[in-house]
């Protein structure tokens, strides 16, 4: 008798699906210690900046680096093909709803300038800033040269989906081990979501992991494609590997979720399932401060053949300060992000961020639903 057999599937959780439980003791937030380290430079908040057009400019990066964080410039985006990018993003602002991919894939079409690179990267050097940039691997060796000679501080390699191990016809492609071995500054490499993956990228020598395939607002790869695994649940292998790889090496490798949070509550719940830092991009495009114009885009939005992103409205919503320490008025977990964190650190008794990776995490899909009649009924609960 034939009997059927099929792939076994395991659950994956994301922040929706998970509450952090209270711990059995409270310290005061202020006494809570958040700094993340990546290489030599240490930031007083765990928060960084994506690498999008719409979020960092030199002028952005510069404004993020005094809040305390880290903003990371894209190199193969507006930045280093125009003179004067403001043009591109009137472009991009004016653009229909209908027609705003192909006007970003217009917008995207010029070159990338190295002179442009090494101008951008001197522009937040200036400001006596910390400067971190992002390339694909496709670039990688080209334009990480150019900027490591302009002063770049710290170096982003960045794609859908990063392996140690990849199959092309280049006859010598990126290899990673190498590239952190020549360069002078750190690397940071993503996007991944596995165990093994992770733990082959660190024996490779990076500095940081990326953690998130397709979870961001402007991010289509998961419909386009297919792929992705939720953040909780992705976030809690990487840094398993971490773990692992820690314990056998002795070298600590920060894991830092990338896209898919929106409030404060997923932000404490990155950190619960064992990041050490979290990348937000829409959310910062919302500061008066970014260079998008009340849009949002992704990386991978102008693809010349098959686009993985959309332009998204976001609206100017105040400064990056209120965003990320307040005060603020609003109730839905939008604004005063670091503080969010620090509060929820001191209610589950976690004195640092690594403290916090020991955190109870339940699954709990009504949680945030639980109680909130009335709040749904006038349509105030978000979250």
Not at 126 to 152: D, F, H, I
Not at 264 to 281: N, T
Request: glycine fraction near 10%; charge should be neutral.
């Amino acid at each position: 008798m034939y009997t059927a057999r099929y792939k076994e599937m395991r659950p994956a959780y994301g922040f929706d699906d998970v509450a952090i439980a209270p711990g059995e003791i409270t310290i005061n937030p202020d006494q809570t210690e958040i700094d993340l380290t990546l290489g030599k430079q240490t930031f007083a908040i765990p928060l960084l900046a994506a690498a999008l057009d719409a979020v960092v400019d030199p002028a952005f990066a510069v404004a993020f680096h005094r809040q305390g964080g880290l903003a990371v410039m894209n190199l193969e985006g507006v930045q280093t093909r125009y003179d004067h990018p403001q043009e591109a993003f009137e472009m991009i602002a004016r653009a229909s709803k209908e027609d705003a991919t192909t006007v970003l894939q217009k917008a995207y079409a010029p070159p990338i300038r190295d002179n442009l690179v090494a101008q951008r990267v001197e522009e937040i050097k200036a400001q006596k800033a910390v400067c971190a940039v992002s390339v694909t691997p496709a670039n990688t060796k080209r334009l990480a040269l150019v900027a490591q000679e302009a002063g770049a501080d710290l170096l982003f390699v960045q794609s859908t989906v990063t392996t140690a191990r990849h199959t092309s016809k280049s006859q010598r492609g990126l290899i990673l081990h190498e590239l952190c071995q020549q360069l002078r500054m750190p690397v940071v490499v993503g996007n991944c979501v596995g165990y093994k993956v992770a733990l082959e990228l660190m024996e490779e020598g990076i500095t940081g992991l990326l953690v998130g395939v397709g979870p961001g607002a402007i991010c289509t790869s998961r419909e386009v494609l297919g792929i992705g695994v939720p953040q909780v649940t992705a976030t809690m292998d990487c840094a398993a590997a971490r773990d692992d790889y820690y314990r056998a090496t002795g070298r600590y490798v920060p894991v830092i979720t990338d896209g898919g949070m929106r409030t404060g509550g997923d932000i404490c719940k990155a950190f619960a399932s064992g990041a050490d830092g979290v990348m937000l991009g829409t959310t910062f495009a919302q500061a008066a401060e970014a260079p998008g114009r009340g849009f949002s885009w992704g990386m991978s939005t102008p693809h010349a053949s098959l686009p993985r992103g959309t332009r998204l409205a976001v609206g100017t919503r105040g400064p990056l300060e209120r965003i990320l320490l307040g005060p603020t008025s609003v109730t839905d977990g939008t604004e005063n992000l670091v503080n969010a964190l620090r509060t929820s650190m001191g209610m589950v008794g976690a004195r640092t961020i690594r403290e916090m990776h020991s955190a109870e995490l339940i699954v709990a899909p009504s949680i945030k639903t639980e109680g909130k009649l009335y709040q749904f009924a006038q349509g105030l609960a978000r979250g």
